[in-house]
């Protein structure tokens, strides 16, 4: 039996959700739900393999802005903003707080479902896993293994390092780091980039070296046998 993405769907109002849900439903997802965003974080952090988050905005406790900070602090699960605030700023904050789409209500549930589908169809065809110069990165089971051996990454550790990799031979400011692993709104400076850099530099041992440094500048990741192939190529 074919398993079923599993989708939360946050929003304050009981018929909202009886919407969404039972259409859902009808196309094959499993569906949880949560009155606000402090119920939605219990759902999400005590139960396994959500699929995607389906937030609304205006919200009572704490707001879909809010909720969406302190998921993105710890997880990566597609996020796609629900509210009736179609303002460009609004817009704006809510992918600036990580989400991956915008729905304006009142939608259509066919767009939804399409817009969910060609969420989850990214997710899947996204790279899961990369090794380069003794380092792997499982990007699902969220693990680093350093020569074939497993090693503890915090969750903004394994982003930078995942970050850094991603752009491979590219330099990288300080504040473009701190931009895309800690969001526009993170209110830190350089010296955040400088302690996690170290850390992950720790960690990684050996392999540390291919994250060199730019004096005045910032990071960039590097792997020698990169400069070996393109010197063969010559």
């Not at 905005?57 to 699960?77: A, C, F, H, Q, W």
């Not at 990007?139 to 051996?149: C, E, G, I, L, P």
């Not at 915090?154 to 300080?174: P, Q, V």
Request: charged share 35%; aromatic share 10%; net charge neutral.
């Amino acid at each position: 039996m074919e398993k079923k993405d599993k989708i939360l769907i946050v929003d304050d109002e009981a018929r909202m959700r009886k919407l969404i849900g039972d259409f859902l439903i009808n196309n094959g997802f499993d569906i949880l739900e949560a009155a606000d965003g402090e119920e939605a974080l219990k759902v999400f952090y005590s139960t396994k393999g959500i699929s995607l988050i389906i937030l609304d905005v205006m919200m009572p406790k704490l707001n879909g802005y809010e909720t969406l900070k302190r998921i993105r602090e710890d997880s990566k699960v597609p996020v796609v903003i629900l509210t009736a605030k179609g303002e460009e700023n609004d817009q704006i904050k809510g992918f600036v707080s990580g989400a991956d789409d915008y729905v304006q209500k009142p939608f259509s549930p066919k767009v939804l479902v399409a817009r969910i589908n060609a969420i989850l169809r990214r997710n899947e065809t996204s790279t899961e896993t990369v090794e380069i110069g003794g380092i792997k990165i499982d990007k699902t089971a969220h693990q680093v293994f350093v020569d074939d051996k497993p090693v503890d990454f915090s969750f903004k550790e394994f982003e930078l390092l995942d970050y850094l990799i991603e752009n491979k031979g590219i330099a990288l400011t300080r504040e473009k780091i701190l931009n895309a692993v800690w969001n526009f709104d993170y209110f830190g400076d350089a010296r955040t980039v400088d302690t996690h850099i170290k850390k992950v530099r720790a960690k990684l041992g050996k392999r540390g070296e291919c994250i060199k440094t730019l004096w005045g500048f910032g990071y960039k990741f590097e792997y020698d046998d990169d400069k070996k192939q393109t010197k063969k190529k010559k």
